[in-house]
């Protein structure tokens, strides 16, 4: 769905509804009799529907935005944990690492489905060495066929050297669920927040998730930036405008076929 078109379907909605404020008091009373139920109707549901394309424009401008972010990140060369605490935005932006992984508390990010596939991504702690910061690595996704089994993953125990991102999520965030609730770990959660775990494990530790850059400790990653493109966004805007134009449409219609109906009169009959 182009700009284009978006445009002239909301150029279309401002003339209708100029067109509708312009009708005079005496249209309403002689011109224009559309009922108090379709008004009403009208009145409730015309800003609901223009609100609902407005937020699909801003969903997409937002997309856009993080497309372009992601975009100049990747080309860029990655920082220490000490760099990254001195920026205000943080989104995708590349860090270096050198350190090793905690395998004792490892979390599983549930329902996390590709290709058709149900699996989960593995998230571990990370302490890197040159900051004496702890992060929130995520590992990747793997594979979940048979939920009575765990998922098997191994973890190196040796010193690494990596390179991850870190990630911006929409929204609210994300945020961890239950983590107390079991003492068994790894535990299974569907939503994730560091800041959360690094309280309940005592540490100092990046209130963000990192995503791990291929390599080595990685198992399958290729995230995608956005769930849903921006075009789709503006689809989406592109219809609900387009619902809104034809209610106004058909209210103007109805208000105007109403009034030229002839009233019945009371027939007199002679004797």
Do not use: C
């Not at 920026?87 to 290709?115: E, P, W």
């Not at 927040?193 to 005592?202: E, F, M, R, S």
């Amino acid at each position: 769905m182009t700009p284009l078109r978006l445009r002239g379907e909301i150029n279309a909605l401002n003339q209708q509804y100029s067109q509708l404020r312009q009708i005079t008091r005496a249209d309403v009373m002689s011109g224009f009799r559309p009922g108090a139920i379709p008004s009403i109707a009208v009145l409730v549901l015309l800003p609901v529907l223009v609100a609902l394309g407005f937020w699909q424009l801003d969903r997409a401008e937002q997309k856009r935005q993080m497309l372009a972010a992601h975009q100049l990140q990747e080309v860029a060369a990655p920082i220490s944990l000490n760099q990254l605490e001195g920026l205000t935005d943080t989104a995708y932006v590349r860090v270096k690492l050198q350190g090793s992984f905690d395998s004792n508390h490892s979390l599983l990010l549930d329902n996390r489905i590709r290709d058709g596939h149900a699996g989960v991504e593995v998230l571990q702690p990370f302490y890197d060495q040159a900051s004496g910061l702890w992060v929130l690595l995520n590992r990747g996704w793997l594979p979940w066929p048979d939920r009575r089994v765990t998922p098997a993953f191994s973890t190196p125990d040796s010193q690494l050297q990596l390179n991850a991102s870190v990630y911006q999520p929409l929204g609210d965030g994300l945020q961890l669920q239950d983590v107390a609730a079991s003492s068994a770990w790894p535990k299974l959660i569907t939503k994730v927040d560091a800041k959360a775990l690094w309280q309940q494990l005592g540490r100092a530790g990046l209130a963000a998730e990192l995503r791990i850059e291929p390599g080595p400790a990685a198992f399958e990653t290729q995230w995608p930036v956005v769930s849903m493109s921006p075009d789709k966004h503006l689809g989406y805007a592109v219809q609900w405008f387009a619902m809104a134009l034809t209610l106004l449409g058909l209210f103007i219609y109805l208000g105007v076929h109403n009034a030229r109906e002839p009233h019945n009169e009371p027939k007199h009959h002679h004797a």
